[in-house]
C-alpha cells in the first residue's frame, strides 16, 4: 500500500509540473497556444482525479512556517534542524543561525544529513526553492519537513 501511495504522490507531482511547465506558455504564437492545448488534452481523466485527490489532501497550512516570529519562537522552544537550501555563495553571505547548507540540486544525495525524527524546516531566498524541497522531501517519505516561505529575504527584513 505504502509504495501504491509513493507512485501516486510521484505521479501526481509530475503531473503537476508537467502541466506547470509546459502548459503554461509566455510565448503568444499559435504554435504555443497549440503546444498549451496538446498537453492538457493528453492528461487522463484518472491522472486528473488523482491531482485533485492529492491537492485537496494537502492542509490548509501547506506544510510551512509562515512568519518570521513563528520560526523564532520555534528555534526557542523546539530542537528544529534548518536547512538552507540556497547555493553555497548565497548561504555564505548570511544565513539563519545553525542552519545546515544542502543547496536544492544536492538534496537527494545528501538525505543522511536530513533527519526523520526531528522537525524540519527549509529555506532559500524567497521561498521558491524551498518550497520543491519541501515537496521532494515528502514524495521520499519526509513527513516531519516544512518550508518557510518568508525566507531569508524575510528575515532580513525582520532583523
Known amino acids: 500500500m505504502k509504495i501504491r501511495r509513493f507512485l501516486t504522490v510521484i505521479l501526481s507531482s509530475l503531473c503537476i509540473f508537467i502541466y506547470a511547465f509546459l502548459g503554461v506558455s509566455y510565448e503568444a504564437s499559435a504554435l504555443a497556444a497549440t503546444q498549451k492545448i496538446a498537453v492538457v488534452s493528453t492528461v487522463n481523466t484518472d491522472l486528473k482525479t488523482m491531482v485533485d485527490s492529492y491537492l485537496k489532501s494537502i492542509p490548509g497550512d501547506y506544510y510551512t512556517v509562515g512568519k518570521v516570529a513563528q520560526l523564532k519562537q520555534m528555534l526557542k522552544q523546539e530542537d528544529i534542524f534548518l536547512v538552507d537550501v540556497r547555493e553555497p555563495s548565497e548561504y555564505a553571505l548570511g544565513h539563519i543561525d545553525h542552519a545546515i547548507n544542502i543547496p536544492l540540486r544536492t538534496l537527494v544525495q545528501n538525505l543522511d544529513k536530513i533527519p ?38 524575510g528575515w532580513n527584513a525582520a532583523s
Open 116 to 153: 526523520k525524527k526531528q522537525s524540519v524546516v527549509v529555506y532559500c531566498s524567497s521561498g521558491y526553492r524551498a518550497a520543491m524541497a519541501v515537496m521532494s522531501l515528502h514524495l521520499l517519505g519526509y513527513d516531519n519537513v516544512r518550508g518557510f516561505p518568508p525566507s531569508m529575504n
